[in-house]
């Protein structure tokens, strides 16, 4: 099917789907929208100026004290909010309650971001689930959050270009260095017609971008020349 037809598509079954089960906001229940915009103001958003590559809120826009002693394996990585009030419930009941309609107003968020920050990229690609628990969840969060960006700015999406190879223990009370061994080699780039493409990898949430580094890193081993990570949400710097 085309892109345009899939669109049509998709917009039909929407439209039924309001009817059957009209949208109510999932944070104060107000009728008319999964997430209204009242809640959408109260989002903590991230804006800038940002250290250049971790995101991080500075006074200048230049690198932060941790990037220029240690730079991250990614060219940069962006938040649209942090992973609190609003934004938090919305991406856990996004990922955990099986409330897949929420692609939508969170994806929406998250091309927004990149309509008003650009990032020099050309295609997406969603940070993958293991396939047990792409299994177990029958979704996978990054990647309907990347179909959001690929129709609203029309990038194209490469939904298979990383595996995940290993499974690994959530990233949940780790610290920096246990997050960074546990997601080593975890991640394999599959197609090996990316040599010198721009990526944007997507994902739901971050803490200290050693998932994000780590997909970075299997890119750039198949000579992949650019790479940035969007998500929707990440926690506070220390
Ligand atoms: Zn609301
Ligand atoms: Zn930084």
């Not at 309609?101 to 920050?117: F, R």
């Not at 780039?189 to 971050?206: F, H, Y």
């Amino acid at each position: 099917m085309s892109l345009n037809l899939r669109q049509k598509w998709q917009e039909n079954v929407k439209g039924f789907l309001n009817l059957l089960f009209p949208p109510r906001c999932v944070i104060c229940q107000q009728s008319g929208s999964w997430l209204c915009p009242a809640c959408q103001d109260g989002i903590e958003y991230i804006r800038p100026p940002v250290c250049p590559h971790c995101g991080q809120p500075t006074s200048m826009p230049r690198l932060c004290p941790s990037c220029r002693e240690a730079p991250p394996q990614i060219d940069g990585i962006r938040a649209v909010g942090y992973l609190e009030g609003a934004l938090r419930t919305a991406i856990h009941r996004f990922k955990y309650s099986n409330m897949r309609l929420l692609a939508t107003p969170l994806g929406q968020l998250m091309s927004q971001y990149l309509l008003q920050n650009h990032l020099p990229v050309d295609v997406v690609v969603p940070v993958p689930l293991h396939p047990h628990r792409l299994r177990e969840r029958g979704y996978n969060q990054a990647t309907l959050l990347a179909k959001e960006v690929e129709k609203a700015l029309g990038l194209p999406l490469l939904e298979d270009a990383l595996l995940r190879v290993r499974s690994t223990i959530p990233q949940v009370g780790l610290t920096a260095r246990e997050r960074r061994d546990n997601v080593r080699g975890a991640f394999h780039c599959a197609d090996g017609n990316l040599k010198g493409q721009r990526i944007l990898l997507v994902d739901d949430v971050c803490t200290t971008g050693a998932t994000l580094e780590a997909c970075s890193l299997a890119l750039r081993q198949e000579g992949v020349g650019v790479v940035w990570g969007l998500v929707l949400a990440r926690e506070r710097w220390r």
